[in-house]
């Protein structure tokens, strides 16, 4: 069973959000460092199209909510349960409610649709928006989760692994280990791997460790503690692992908040590398570099060999960077006043930046065709493309 009801993890978690925005050393601050002005213009963020989708603004503070393309069309999940079906050029093909809110990006698979909403369920629809099952998880989910061919797992805000039959919804299994009681807003999500010992689904918890469970059943087949609490304070304590686990061959990379950025064995869980690094998200690699954004927003690249670190930018200093979006040799990210920033991903050089949502964004940018879309608070998706100057 969780070990908090959902209303009691969300008061929680909003505590420990408001006080880290003030606290400088935990990586956020009140007010976020201020853009240069002029903006770099080394290209040009060119909007290709725009949509405004509801005329409230999408203000759920725990929804991490982003488009989803599946097929010649992207599927856009607003808070206030509606999902919104757009062609390729932006054209509003489909509009669905579907419940009182919506906490996580949808997720496809076979001509099926996952929806999780904040009364902490999850519901399967197909494409006709018929519901197929639903099923409660006890807690809700902010991220997305991992749908396979017999199983979809889902992380609730609680620390709670579950498992669920895909075909019915019924519950498999659960994992819970124990939580701290005040934890950042976000929960890691659920990846599959293979191990030593056979399929697992590995993932981030709020007590600092990283785990991989049996597919079969949710045994623990291995885990390692990224970070430990120390200090006299429950906001000094925090060591979350937020970070989707990145899968690279038999390898894996993750950090977590006042942790480490650690390179493991999949099949074992060994520990081959480790390297002081507090983030809450995910390493990127494109085989040459590996990238990440810290806890103060700073961009990184590191030598996969050596992790010796290549070029750093500090420009976004608290401005809580989104995942990074890895595209055509740029490094996309968003921040948390709705601008969108282009990197150049070999040499760090700040390339340009345009504010996509006056409202400001808590989502990623995601790759579509040439470009990358962009959901902002203000209920906009934007589809924009890096053109030369």
């Not at 919804?169 to 999500?189: F, H, K, M, N, V």
């Amino acid at each position: 069973m969780p070990n908090k009801n959902t209303f009691g993890r969300l008061f929680l978690i909003a505590a420990a959000s408001a006080a880290l925005l003030g606290c400088s050393n935990g990586g956020l601050r009140e007010e976020p460092i201020e853009l240069i002005d002029p903006l770099p213009s080394v290209v040009d963020l060119k909007v290709d199209w725009w949509r405004i989708l509801d005329n409230d603004t999408d203000l759920n503070a725990f929804a991490h909510l982003n488009p989803t393309v599946y097929g010649d069309s992207i599927y856009v999940p607003l808070a206030s349960g509606d999902v919104y079906k757009l062609s390729e050029n932006g054209k509003v093909l489909h509009k669905q409610h579907l419940s009182s809110g919506i906490t996580a990006p949808v997720v496809f698979a076979d001509e099926e649709m996952l929806v999780l909403n904040n009364n902490g369920e999850a519901h399967l629809y197909n494409l006709s928006y018929n519901e197929i099952w639903s099923s409660r998880l006890g807690a809700i989910s902010v991220e997305q989760p991992l749908v396979t061919e017999y199983r979809i797992f889902v992380q609730t805000i609680d620390g709670r692994v579950n498992a669920l039959e895909r075909v019915t919804g019924r519950l498999l299994w659960a994992y819970q280990d124990s939580e701290p009681d005040l934890t950042i807003t976000g929960t890691s999500r659920p990846v599959l791997i293979e191990t030593d010992q056979g399929e697992a689904v590995v993932t981030g918890l709020s007590n600092g460790k990283v785990v991989a469970l049996s597919v079969a059943d949710g045994s623990v087949l291995w885990e390692y503690r990224i970070a430990r609490a120390s200090g006299t304070t429950d906001i000094s304590r925090l060591v979350d692992v937020d970070a989707a686990v990145t899968v690279l061959d038999d390898r894996l990379i993750v950090s977590g908040y006042q942790g480490d950025m650690v390179v493991i064995d999949a099949g074992t869980g060994r520990v081959l590398q480790a390297l002081p690094f507090s983030s809450f998200r995910s390493i990127q690699s494109d085989g040459e570099r590996w990238y990440g954004v810290n806890a103060q927003s700073h961009l990184k690249a590191f030598d996969p060999a050596t992790m010796n670190e290549l070029w750093s930018l500090q420009s976004f200093q608290y401005r809580q960077l989104s995942e990074i979006l890895l595209k055509d040799g740029y490094l996309f990210v968003a921040d948390i006043k709705g601008y969108v920033h282009v990197i150049d991903a070999e040499t760090g050089e700040w390339l340009t930046s345009r504010q996509i949502d006056w409202k400001g964004s808590n989502s990623d940018p995601i790759e579509f065709q040439d470009g990358v879309l962009f959901q902002g608070r203000s209920s906009r998706i934007k589809y924009l493309v890096v053109e030369p100057n």
